[in-house]
């Protein structure tokens, strides 16, 4: 006899609703107690062995970088002493005395003022750059008041442009400011 699918299936669902011996679809037996002590058991073991594996292998490492470290230098005295004070003088006779010859930096905190002053100076003041060709400079707040009051130049289009770029940038009196 053969079953058509709807009657095939429908019989197979009904089939597994229905189990022989009455247990309800699960199981009636518990984990015992002795397997979940024997994995708590063994995993202690594990995390122990982990652990003195770890601190072996770094206690080894330990070892090997003491052994292999190079000497400190015997004229560098172990003296702490701040380079970044305000007070030159002291900083000046710290570095003599604590750090041996050559000494590279010995005014950490003043090595740029210098540099600084001078820089602060050229944005400020007015000068040649180039006298015999009249470039002069002039201070920032002044230039940014020139752009601000005439803009900036701006290229005219057109091949008349290549040739009139040359000459333009040039302010009155044949003097280039830059």
């Not at 079953?3 to 679809?25: E, I």
């Not at 199981?27 to 994995?39: K, Q, V, Y």
């Amino acid at each position: 006899m053969t079953l058509t699918r709807a009657k095939y299936w429908s019989r197979r669902m009904t089939d597994q609703h229905v189990q022989p011996g009455g247990n309800g679809g699960f199981e009636r037996e518990d984990l015992g107690a002795r397997t979940i002590f024997g994995f708590l058991l063994a995993l202690d073991v594990l995390g122990l062995v982990v652990y003195f594996a770890a601190n072996g292998i770094y206690w080894t490492l330990e070892r090997y970088n003491e052994a292999h470290e190079p000497r400190q230098n015997p004229l560098k005295q172990n003296v702490e002493s701040d380079t970044r004070d305000f007070n030159t003088a002291k900083v000046q006779g710290e570095i003599k005395s604590t750090f041996p010859e050559p000494r590279l930096e010995t005014d950490e905190r003043n090595e740029l003022t210098e540099p600084r002053m001078r820089e602060e100076e050229r944005l400020n003041s007015y000068g040649y750059v180039d006298q015999p060709a009249g470039v002069i400079h002039i201070p920032i707040e002044r230039a940014m008041q020139l752009v601000a009051e005439r803009g900036l130049p701006v290229r005219p289009q057109g091949e008349a442009s290549a040739k009139n770029s040359t000459s333009t940038g040039k302010a009155g009196g044949g003097a280039k400011a830059q």
